[in-house]
């Protein structure tokens, strides 16, 4: 059996954070994770919006972590290779209630430590984003706000891990925990390792891999956020992301103009049963309902997708109340657990893993640095964001960079071929790592081009290839006048 110090359960963005973290110190560890490849759970569909802390409540963990991140954003991206774009945010109302609540987040934000925030009128609101509905009553400004790609720093995160040494186990959904020989072994469909300690950061079903070795003490309840997503030309409608805080309770709307220029509007709150994957009709519904009320000359014909994530929303079995702050639980020596991690798990994945990968390694007496770490990891490369001219130098050395398969993004097959080798064995990995598929053709023009690329490259029969994990097979049946 495999021996290492640290085994991390789950290859989302705070298991693969995590990973690296803990790598900065002289510790053996292995990234366990259910799914062919990382970033297919909750980091696969969420907002992007990197936020500041003004919406969290004061002295928690949540709160001190994400202002701290929220700060260090740029250079994290930077060192990462990972597009970021601090974009602002406005948070803005059409009546007293509202106007309230801004007003109480402003005091909040102050708390907190967030820096720049301003109140605003709604005429001055309304100056800088025209395209909202008249009769703004107030805004919050709060310019740190910002925009990154949460698949791209994934991957980074990922890919940092392993090449400072972390070992990947993908296929290996976990399925007991047992204590042994002062630590864990722990078994997973593809066999067993041993570690002396765990962290579990299983996203959704985080709560049921705790309980293979400890009492319940959170659980999750999903919830599905529904999106939709406007085509090239929608991403210039506002200039900042906006945050409609409603008059009546419940969710605004959420307006997020994003880094390769098209405009996402979501998510919704519905309760979340059903594939993870599907949307669910009244919150599309409700989606549409609000971009009418508060961006009404948003042409919603450019909508070119729609899709969902699902919330895990936290609940303290042993207290019997709701969850507000990070939860993370250490219920048996060894053993931690991140919990229900919700908003703002994306911006604080970092910060969580460098919070939490010292006390694991002074725990295990390896606390010291570890001098072999390199935290950099380059960009993998992106030819439509060099000039012309090193373009064609580009495309001369390997002229698969000069050859697009997807028209849509201007996605060369020299960068759908890197993916794969970086281990995208998915229609939606290939996507997700180079942005083929995103466009308004949706993958109806470059599809099968890149599955015959991938059925090549991978050595499998193209009927084999899937779109997202196990049965999601996009060639079924036979051909056409086949029995
Ligand atoms: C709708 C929505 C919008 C959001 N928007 C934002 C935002 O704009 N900004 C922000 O800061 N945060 C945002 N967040 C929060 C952020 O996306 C999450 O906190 C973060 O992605 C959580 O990642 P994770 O690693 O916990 O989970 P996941 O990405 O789900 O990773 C968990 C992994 O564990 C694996 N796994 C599960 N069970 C097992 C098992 N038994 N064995 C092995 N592996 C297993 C899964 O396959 C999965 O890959 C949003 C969240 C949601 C839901």
Redesign the pocket.
């Known amino acids: 059996m495999e021996r290492y110090d640290v085994a991390v ?8 954070f995590m990973a690296r973290e803990l790598r900065r110190h002289p510790l053996k560890v292995a990234l ?4 062919e490849d ?14 500041t802390g003004c919406d969290t409540k004061p002295g928690t963990l949540k709160t001190r972590l ?1 202002v701290a991140a929220c700060k260090g954003f740029g250079d994290l991206c930077r060192e990462l290779g990972v597009p970021f774009a601090r974009r602002g945010s406005l948070m803005v109302s059409y009546g007293p209630n509202a106007d309230q609540t801004l007003q109480r987040k402003m005091i909040q934000g102050l708390e907190n430590g967030v820096e720049g925030l301003k109140l605003m009128s709604g005429r001055a609101a309304l100056e800088w984003e025209p395209g909202l509905a008249p009769g703004v009553s107030s805004a919050l400004y709060a310019p740190d706000t910002g925009v990154t790609d ?1 698949w791209a720093l ?1 991957y980074a995160a990922w890919e940092n891990a392993l090449a400072n040494g972390v070992t990947p186990w993908l296929n ?4 007991d925990l047992l204590p042994e020989h002062g630590g864990w072994r722990v078994v ?1 469909l593809r066999g067993e390792l041993w570690a002396a300690a765990v962290v579990n ?6 709560d ?2 705790q309980e293979l070795a400890a009492p319940p003490t959170v659980r999750i309840t999903p ?1 599905k ?1 529904d ?1 939709l997503i406007l085509d090239q030309g929608a991403g210039h409608y506002v200039n900042h992301v906006i945050f409609h805080e409603p008059e009546e309770k419940g969710k605004g709307l ?1 307006m ?1 103009p994003t880094l390769d220029g098209k405009l996402l509007l ?2 919704s709150e519905q309760p979340g049963v059903g594939p993870l994957s599907a949307t669910t009709r009244a919150g599309l519904d409700r989606l549409r309902q609000l971009a009418a009320q508060v961006a009404p000359e948003l042409d919603l014909e450019l909508t070119i997708r729609s899709f ?5 929303k936290p609940y303290n079995v042993v207290r019997a109340q709701s969850i507000h702050d990070f939860t993370v639980t250490n219920p048996a020596r060894g053993l931690w657990s ?1 919990i229900g ?9 970092q910060a969580l893993g460098a919070w939490l990968a010292p006390q694991v390694a002074d725990q295990l007496g390896k606390g010291e640095p570890d001098p072999t770490f390199r935290p950099e990891q380059k960009a993998p490369v992106r030819p439509r964001e060099l000039t012309r001219e090193a373009r064609a130098a580009l495309a001369a050395r390997d002229p698969a960079y000069g050859r697009i398969l997807c028209r849509c993004g201007g996605i060369t097959e020299g960068e759908v071929r890197d993916a794969i080798r970086r281990g995208a064995v998915t229609l939606d990995g290939v996507k997700r790592r180079t942005g083929t598929g995103l466009g308004r053709c949706q993958g109806a023009f470059c599809g099968d081009r890149i599955m015959a690329l991938m059925a090549r490259m991978l050595g499998v029969p193209p009927e084999d290839l899937q779109k997202d994990g196990p049965g999601s097979r996009l060639l079924t049946g036979g051909r056409h006048g086949e029995g």
């Open positions: 359960l789950g290859g989302g963005l705070l298991g693969c366990v994770e259910a799914r990382v970033c297919t759970g909750i980091s696969r569909a969420n907002t992007a919006i990197v936020y994400c949460p994934c290996a959904p976990v399925t997973t950061c299983c996203g959704l079903h985080a049921q891999v919830e956020a999106y959420t997020v979501g998510p969902a994530g699902v919330r895990p991140l991690i919700k908003t703002p798990g994306l911006t604080c994945a």
